[in-house]
């Protein structure tokens, strides 16, 4: 099911397929974490709150990675296929990296979908998947 929420300053338009439910406001009190006055949108807020979460979740795994690998990664970009792509740094063992990621990574994933990271070395055409939840 396709969801658009289109964001104007603090307030959240969510449409759902063709249809508009409503609007909705972040409030780390309430129940779901969101606050809504429209019927509709009540209904779909346990959903809609869970997916908003995990990719809040799975925006945040780059930063968590470089927190934790802070010299051996130089920067990272998400991809169209929403694939995430890592540059690390030229004198890093680029299999040896990938290892104590795979070894290291579920101590930072907080989200269950599928994602694969692409794991580049600067300078250097060799790439290694990392494949998370797969």
């Known amino acids: 099911m396709l969801i658009?929420?289109?964001?104007?300053?603090?307030?959240?338009?969510v449409t759902i397929g063709d249809t508009y439910l409503g609007t909705m406001v972040k409030d780390d009190n309430a129940e779901y974490g969101w606050q809504t006055e429209d019927q509709m949108l009540k209904?779909?807020?346990p959903d809609l709150s869970?997916?908003?979460k995990e990719q809040e979740a799975i925006y945040n795994l780059p930063f968590a990675l470089k927190d934790l690998y802070t010299e051996n990664?130089?920067?990272?970009?998400w991809s169209e296929d929403d694939s995430l792509n890592i540059i690390v740094h030229p004198d890093v063992d680029l299999q040896e990296f990938a290892n104590t990621i795979r070894d290291q990574?579920?101590?930072v994933?907080?989200?269950?979908k599928d994602l694969i990271i692409h794991l580049h070395q600067e300078g250097n055409n060799e790439v290694e998947e990392i494949h998370i939840n797969c």
């Open 73 to 77: 990664i130089v920067d990272w970009d």
């Open 4 to 13: 658009r929420i289109d964001q104007d300053d603090e307030i959240y338009n």
């Open 50 to 52: 869970l997916a908003l």
């Open 109 to 112: 994933v907080l989200f269950d």
């Open 43 to 45: 209904d779909e807020l």
């Open 105 to 107: 990574v579920y101590d």
